[in-house]
């Protein structure tokens, strides 16, 4: 099993909602969260005062997958989310030792 924790903009979450479900992934957990990358933010002038946002809104994707979908679904994240500019997001790929379902007590793959 694979954990992706996908970071992209507001804006693209129902595509990506639309990935993951064409591909089968149960279950996904949605945080808004803030930060920023390679671009550093923004400024902003408001009444003459120049303004540095430095910290974006973004959103984080979580899902448990088996391995076989992990390259499918990189693919198709990074084909139909990318714009080719920067902010467009990052995922990270990490290995699930266990998973285990609390109200039946399956474990591994069964759990998720």
Request: charged content about 30%; hydrophobic content about 35%; glycine content about 8%.
């Amino acid at each position: 099993m694979k954990k992706l924790e996908i970071i992209i903009k507001p804006e693209r979450l129902e595509d990506l909602k639309k990935i993951l479900e064409d591909c089968k992934a149960n279950g996904l957990m949605i945080t808004n969260i803030m930060g920023y990358g390679t671009q550093k933010g923004y400024k902003q002038i408001y009444r003459g005062v120049e303004y540095n946002v430095n910290l974006l809104p973004k959103v984080k994707v979580e899902t448990v997958i088996s391995e076989d979908l992990v390259d499918v679904i990189i693919d198709k994240v990074v084909k139909e989310i990318n714009t080719g500019n920067y902010g467009d997001g990052k995922i990270f790929v990490s290995t699930v030792e266990d998973a285990v379902r609390i109200r039946t007590g399956e474990r591994g793959s069964d759990a998720v």
